[in-house]
């Protein structure tokens, strides 16, 4: 079974008077490795789909397996575990806590893993190194740039090795010469074999993907491997 | 582990906040600051009283007037208690040790040309047994002394000091209002009670007393009592009323026109009041920990609100219910502690200045460890009560909403 196995997942808001159907029978699957661009203009049920492969939301209907794992079955409690050990998240707004340094911001997530102290800083600051912020590790949100939060958050997604890096409109708050080089990071961790998972509506950005699936009206309209992917590189 | 990291949260979020948590913990701070106060003061207090009556002992009887019956109208006559009276006890009544009147009042002593103005008490020689007060130098009135209505006087450390009579002040003439006496003897220290200077006496024999007081001093005395021993109190109680009824010729119906008391009972009804003071103060300061625990429910919501972005971020990352609940929980402990903690300062801080500031040598101020618990126990408490509401509402909010949150 694929990494990610999402079959005719259907999500259903229900808004009063009328019920919103964001995602109407979506089927995908994503292996180990890849490096897919989610795309789709507002409304198309992009932001619903990042919620239900970040498992902050379960579907209204239809199967999602995570890693051998069926997460439509789990509790609160299970899905903040599999959050934890599964999915590392980076979004448009970095969502760093304020007056707490890199190094803790890093180790957030393996707090809630129940790693150890000694172990918890070493994992940080060696996630830190991986984005080159080894020199920063003691610095606030507020006294780094950019490109250097978005670099603390990506350090963050990744301390606790999660299957997936699911990241939602990483450079929207970026301007091009940072966005590049945040682009420039995620090509450099897929090609060291994570699974990377982009979400945003730039054309640009979708195409460091090397394969690109687009919604529509809360439908898969297209899923194909992008020019990236034919180079090899 | 994570309790740890979220002690280390709270406090951070505590300092990032500091004027705004010491105005939220303000409700807290008072009321564990009264508690303290008023404990280190009122156990103080029940020190000192307990030490002095036990000094007395069990076996410790005082008969005096009751005024409440001359108020009432009960009698036509105005009370009276003689030391005729107090003989007809010593004479009828079995069981009794010692007996002495006592009848004090303040008045003018001289010593060449120093002045000052003790209480004098006239009493008899079986005084300094009767209320465990001893002569350190020197004599006490003796029954002779009584007999021959010599004129002699035995004085308080505070007397010697204030007439400079020196180290040796026996045999020293004193003026006693205009009476001329000899000093005989010096009085142990018996340090203050109450504010009363338990050293600032003069003791003359009772019927000298009467002359300088005048005769009326006479018909309202103050008896105090030694039983052989603690289990003939009652019978000594019960043989003084039938003696003192009969004495004072009241009739079956009529309720007594004095009040005989024993030691227990005085230590009693000072407790008794001690122990209103207590109720009274930590009604109010119940008020005050309400206000407070509200204060506190009010500025966590706040707080939850204003992270609500934080909380999103951490549910992301994979913080369960519990986490966020334990983590918001400990953060309104915190602050109540704090608050706790403040207060036990400021109400130590209080008392001892009460303590300087009232009169006579109280004890210093003393916060029992079962009042710093209560302080604490308290405050935990509070933070619990009125910090679960707000930290179940962090820990429901979505996810994806919190995320979200502008």
């Known amino acids: ?91 448009q707004t970095f969502n760093l806590l304020a007056r707490t340094d890199a190094l803790h911001n890093v180790e957030l997530p393996l707090i809630y893993a129940g790693v150890s102290r000694g172990e918890r800083r070493e994992r940080a600051r060696r996630a830190l190194e991986r984005v080159g912020l080894g020199a920063r590790m003691h610095h606030q949100p507020n006294e780094l740039s950019g490109g250097q939060r978005q670099r603390v958050a990506i350090a963050r997604a990744l301390v606790n090795d999660p299957s997936i890096l699911l990241a939602d409109e990483p450079t929207g708050n970026l301007d091009s010469a940072t966005s590049t080089e945040i682009m420039d990071l995620f090509d450099e961790l897929h090609g060291a074999g994570n699974t990377v998972i982009l979400v945003t509506h730039e054309p640009d950005i979708a195409t460091h993907a090397w394969r690109q699936v687009n919604l529509r009206d809360g439908r898969v309209l297209s899923d194909q491997p992008t020019a990236r992917a034919a180079v090899g590189a | 582990m994570v309790f740890l990291e979220n002690f280390r949260i709270a406090l951070e979020a505590i300092r990032a906040n500091k004027m705004r948590s010491i105005l939220t913990t303000i409700g807290i701070i008072i009321g564990v600051a009264a508690v303290i106060a008023v404990v280190s003061i009122i156990q103080g207090f029940q020190y000192m009283v307990n030490r002095e009556f036990q000094g007395v002992g069990a076996a410790f009887v005082s008969v005096s007037v009751d005024r409440q019956s001359q108020l009432r109208g009960l009698t036509a006559r105005p009370v009276r208690l003689t030391w005729e009276d107090g003989k007809a006890i010593r004479d009828q009544v079995p069981g009794i040790r010692q007996i002495t009147p006592v009848i004090a009042q303040p008045v003018q002593v001289k010593y060449r040309d120093l002045n000052h103005r003790p209480v004098v008490l006239g009493v008899a020689s079986d005084y300094q047994d009767v209320t465990n007060h001893a002569v350190e130098h020197g004599r006490f009135i003796s029954s002779v002394d009584l007999t021959h209505r010599r004129k002699v006087a035995v004085v308080g450390k505070r007397v010697v000091e204030e007439l400079k009579l020196g180290d040796d002040p026996i045999g020293k003439k004193i003026y006693v209002g205009n009476i001329p006496a000899i000093v005989v003897g010096v009085m142990e220290d018996k340090g203050q009670i109450l504010g009363e200077d338990r050293n600032d006496l003069v003791f003359i024999p009772f019927d000298l007393a009467l002359n300088l007081f005048g005769r009326g001093a006479g018909e309202q005395v103050n008896l105090q009592i030694q039983a052989q021993n603690t289990g003939l109190v009652d019978e000594v109680k019960d043989g003084i009323r039938r003696v003192l009824r009969q004495r004072h010729r009241i009739p079956a119906d009529q309720p007594d026109d004095f009040r005989v008391i024993k030691q227990d009972e005085i230590l009693n009804s000072i407790n008794k009041v001690l122990g209103g003071v207590t109720a009274v103060v930590s009604g109010v300061v119940g008020v005050a920990l309400l206000v407070g625990g509200i204060g506190i429910m009010n500025i966590m919501l706040v707080s939850v609100t204003e992270r609500t972005r934080e909380i999103g971020v951490r549910k992301a990352v994979g913080a369960r219910r519990k986490d966020l609940l334990l983590q918001f929980l400990i953060e309104a402990v915190t602050l109540s502690l704090v608050g706790g903690g403040i207060g036990l300062i400021a109400g130590y801080g209080m008392g001892a200045l009460l303590v300087r500031t009232i009169p006579g040598d109280l004890p210093p101020a003393h916060v029992p460890l079962w009042a710093v618990a209560l302080a604490f126990g308290f405050s935990t408490l509070v933070g619990v009560i009125f910090g679960i509401y707000p930290a179940g509402k962090a820990s429901r909010l979505d996810p994806i909403d919190a995320l979200r949150y502008e």
Do not use: W
Not at chain 1, 12 to 36: F, H, P, Q, T, W
Not at chain 1, 52 to 65: A, F, I, R
């Open chain 1, 1 to 91: 079974m694929a990494l990610i196995d999402l079959r005719d997942i259907e999500k259903i808001y229900d808004m009063g008077a009328e019920k919103v159907r964001a995602l109407n029978g979506v089927s995908l699957a994503i292996e180990r490795g890849e490096y897919v661009a989610i795309m789709g203009s507002s409304g198309s049920g992009k932001s619903t789909l990042m919620n239900l492969l970040g498992c902050l939301d379960t579907p209204s209907s239809g199967s999602y397996h995570l890693n051998g794992t069926a997460v439509e079955e789990l509790n609160d409690q299970e899905l903040a575990g599999i959050r934890n050990k599964e999915i590392g998240f980076v979004f």
